[in-house]
């Protein structure tokens, strides 16, 4: 397998959060089955997954439910985040686990 290597995207929706990014490998919390690797921007929980901030894999981006591939439990729902006019997954609250990453993922 090959590690690919991210760096944080730095645009003004980095910059209105407050310029401090982090990344977070995402994990369905029922089977603990690896889902994403994403850039978490300010402080604050998580409560909407951004699609120009899933850095992998690319396969999620296209899709209208966030869904673990493993045991097919629902994360999340497609939606627009009114505010930024963003497209984004509203997460249903319990469904993922998150640890901190240096921003690496095996393709």
């Known amino acids: 397998m090959e590690i690919k290597k991210f760096k944080f995207k730095r645009d003004k929706y980095r910059k209105t959060r407050g310029g401090t990014s982090h990344f977070l490998d995402l994990y369905c919390t029922k089977c603990k089955n690896h889902l994403l690797l994403y850039q978490k921007d300010g402080p604050g929980i998580l409560k909407r997954l ?40 509203n997460l249903i609250p319990g469904t993922l686990t998150k640890k901190i990453s240096k921003g690496e993922y095996d393709v």
């Open 50 to 89: 951004y699609l120009d901030r899933i850095l992998a894999p690319d396969e999620l981006i296209s899709s209208k439910l966030l869904v673990c591939l493993k045991c097919s439990s629902l994360i999340g729902n497609l939606s627009i985040y009114e505010k930024e006019k963003r497209k984004a997954f």
